[in-house]
Nanobody, 123 residues
Framework: QVQLLESGGGLVQAGGSLRLSCAAS????????MGWFRQAPGKEREFVAA????????DYADSVKGRFTISRSNAKNTVHLQMNSLKPEDTAVYYC????????????????WGQGTQVTVSS
């Protein structure tokens, strides 16, 4: 079993940056592909970014490509999402997900989820 805990969210002005972290516990953490998803009020949970267990393969939603970077430190059982040039439309609760053998944009394929961290971007 894997337990995930997100942190690093907060309030930032448009154009600013935030770095989200996902701390994972579990002996098999390093073997899982992981992803970040977000959900705004009234909207469906949407894919943001994903990364393979090795960190060698990444995928990004078109809306964040070039602005967000996903990375992982297996030694520390941590996945990060560096968010730059933030826009008001990035405002959402961000969730860390894990449990796949390879990255996926489909939320329903992930087995484990964190509780989420709020990101609010003001205009």
């Amino acid at each position: 079993q894997v337990q995930l805990l997100e942190s690093g969210g907060g309030l930032v002005q448009a154009g600013g940056s935030l770095r989200l972290s996902c701390a994972a516990s579990g002996r098999t953490f390093s073997s899982y592909a992981m992803g970040w998803f977000r959900q705004a009020p009234g909207k469906e949970r949407e894919f943001v970014a994903a990364i393979s267990w090795s960190g060698g393969s990444t995928d990004y939603a078109d809306s964040v490509k070039g602005r967000f970077t996903i990375s992982r430190s297996n030694a520390k059982n941590t996945v990060h999402l560096q968010m730059n040039s933030l826009k008001p439309e990035d405002t959402a609760v961000y969730y860390c997900a894990a449990g796949l053998s390879r990255p996926s944009i489909v939320a329903g394929l992930y087995n484990y989820w964190g509780q989420g961290t709020q990101v609010t971007v003001s205009s």
